[in-house]
Every structure is written in structure tokens, then in C-alpha cells.
């Protein structure tokens, strides 16, 4: 037990190293600014941006869109089975058959989708600021670049930036959390070793994708080095939580609950993949294979480690 124990403490500190160190090296590293890269060092930045896309999407898919699905399956089976013993299987089979094949998954990731939607909505509506773009970017983006376009049609503006860089930072925060908590859970060591592994092979690129973003976007140094150090701690305080609850029985809402918030964070995946990085980055013209290659690349290494994750 005490073994075990120590285990978990070192997957905890790790999980906080990795995060902070694959964070922090776009953030401190000027060479990362898109906005003062020109030639082929902007050319292999949009290929970087376009491989965080494909972890995005990836993770997205193969971890929590895969994890929600299962979870809110499971639970509601499990809420169907308690609800016959307490009705003495007096219930209607028909109503139980249409409860079961409703896409209840697939309608919390689109809810997810739609709440990122809505909020940027809310935000432009509101206050039209809140776009983060400059009239001297809209400029350069509808003019410089207005040429390169021939037959593509207009290009789409620049991305709305902090908004859904924060979205982005809450969604993956929930997933760091239900991940350290499932290490945090694990009963033996040799479990515990595995998915710790699994964890830590995905979250450096997908951290470094967060901070990529942050700094593309335009965010200030300082937030985007408090995001950062946040984000670290999701998940040693889900391990944390998790070693706090292993000994006992999780409360019945627990399940659900973790699955549709697993299922959100899903949605807004998708959202900032498709609605942002990649309109931003396939919006130009050149080496669109190379780029596909990139999306592919970062799609296939979260597919590969879904195997163990």
C-alpha cells in the first residue's frame, strides 16, 4: 500500500513538470509569435499550429468524446436496471427499448458544441470588443493576403482569440481533472505505471498546443503564464481527489456527472478545432498537402495512445 502510495505521489508530480515545462516553452520562446514570423518560420509555425489541430481533434474524438459516450452508457444502464428492481419489473419495455437507443452522448457533445457557440454569440453581441481583433489586423488580413486567394473566395477573419483560448483552458482543466482522478483511482501499481504513461504521452503535445494558441492569439504574457500554472495543477488535484476517495463508495450522481462534463469538454474541442485553428491555418493557400499531413500526424500519434489511455 505504501508502495503504491508513493507511486501515485510521483505520477503526481510529474503530471505538474510535464504540464508546466510543455506549456511554458511556446510562452517563453519568442521564436513561437506568428504575428513576427515571415517566410518559412511563419510557414513552419502554421505547420505546428495545423499538428495542434490534429491533437485537438484528436483528443476530441479518441479520448473524451469516447470516454463520455461510455460513461453516460453506462450510467444509464445502470439507472435503468435500479429503476425495474425498484418497480418489481413492472415497467414498460417499449419506453425502456426508446430510452436506451436515444443518443443521450451524442446530444451532450452537441450541447457542448453549442454552449461555446452561444457564449461567443453572447460576447459579440454584447460587446463587440471582445473579438480581439484590431482594425489594423482586419486590414492586413482582407488586403495583404486578399491576393493569394484567386478562386478560394474571401478568407475568413482572424481567430477570436482570448475567448476561445479561455474555453479551450476550462475544457481541457475538466479532462485534467477526470484524468488525474482516474490515476488517483487506480488499484495497483502496475495500472497506476500504465495509465500515468498513457496520460503523459498525450497532455505534452496537447498542453503545448494550449500554449501555442495562447500565444498566437495575442494573449498577455502574464495570463497566459497564470493559464498555464492552473492548468498544471488540474491534474495532481484530480490525483489528489482521487486518492482522498479510493477507499470508498463514489456518490451515485458522481458517474453521470463526470461523463457530461467529459462530454461538453468534448464539444468544445470540436468547436475551437473546426471553427478555429483550422479555418485560421488552411485559410492560405500554400502546402495545403503538407498541412493535411500535419492534422493527420497529430490525429494518428492521439489515436495510437487511445490503445492505452
Not at 458544441?113 to 481583433?133: H, I, K, N, R
Not at 463508495?249 to 461523463?259: F, H, R, S, V
Request: hydrophobic content about 50%; some cysteine; glycine content about 12%.
Amino acid at each position: 500500500m505504501e508502495l503504491l502510495l508513493g507511486v501515485k505521489i510521483g505520477c503526481l508530480f510529474s503530471l505538474l513538470l510535464l504540464t508546466l515545462v510543455c506549456g511554458l516553452i511556446p510562452i517563453c520562446f519568442k521564436w513561437f509569435q506568428i504575428h513576427a514570423a515571415t517566410g518559412r518560420h511563419r510557414r513552419v509555425l502554421s505547420f505546428l499550429g495545423c499538428t495542434s489541430a490534429g491533437v485537438f481533434l484528436g483528443a476530441g474524438l479518441m479520448h473524451m468524446t469516447a470516454e463520455a459516450l461510455e460513461g453516460i452508457e453506462s450510467e444509464l444502464q445502470r439507472f435503468m436496471v435500479q429503476n425495474r428492481t425498484e418497480n418489481g419489473g413492472s415497467s414498460s419495455n417499449a419506453a425502456d427499448s426508446a430510452q436506451e437507443e436515444y443518443p443521450y452522448g451524442e446530444l451532450v457533445i452537441s450541447l457542448g458544441f453549442f454552449l461555446v457557440f452561444l457564449l461567443e454569440s453572447l460576447a459579440l453581441q454584447c460587446c463587440p470588443g471582445a473579438t480581439g481583433q484590431s482594425a489594423m489586423q482586419k486590414e492586413e488580413w482582407r488586403g495583404a493576403h486578399g491576393l493569394e486567394l484567386h478562386s478560394h473566395g474571401h478568407l475568413p477573419l482572424p481567430s477570436r482569440g482570448p475567448l476561445r483560448a479561455l474555453i479551450l483552458l476550462l475544457s481541457l482543466s475538466f479532462h485534467s481533472v477526470f484524468e488525474g482522478l482516474a490515476v488517483g483511482l487506480q488499484p495497483t501499481v502496475a495500472a497506476t505505471l500504465q495509465l500515468c504513461l498513457a496520460v503523459l504521452a498525450h497532455k505534452g503535445l496537447v498542453v503545448f498546443g494550449v500554449g501555442l494558441r495562447l500565444v498566437q492569439v495575442g494573449t498577455g504574457p502574464r495570463w497566459t503564464m497564470f493559464s498555464i500554472m492552473a492548468l498544471a495543477l488540474m491534474s495532481p488535484l484530480g490525483l489528489t481527489l482521487g486518492l482522498a476517495v479510493a477507499g470508498g463508495d463514489p456518490e451515485k450522481g458522481w458517474g453521470l456527472a463526470q461523463a457530461v462534463l467529459e462530454g461538453v469538454a468534448a464539444g468544445t474541442f470540436l468547436y475551437v478545432t473546426f471553427l478555429e485553428i483550422l479555418p485560421r491555418e488552411l485559410a492560405a493557400p500554400e502546402a495545403p498537402l503538407a498541412k493535411w499531413g500535419c492534422v493527420a500526424a497529430g490525429f494518428a500519434f492521439m489515436a495510437f495512445i487511445a490503445l492505452w489511455a
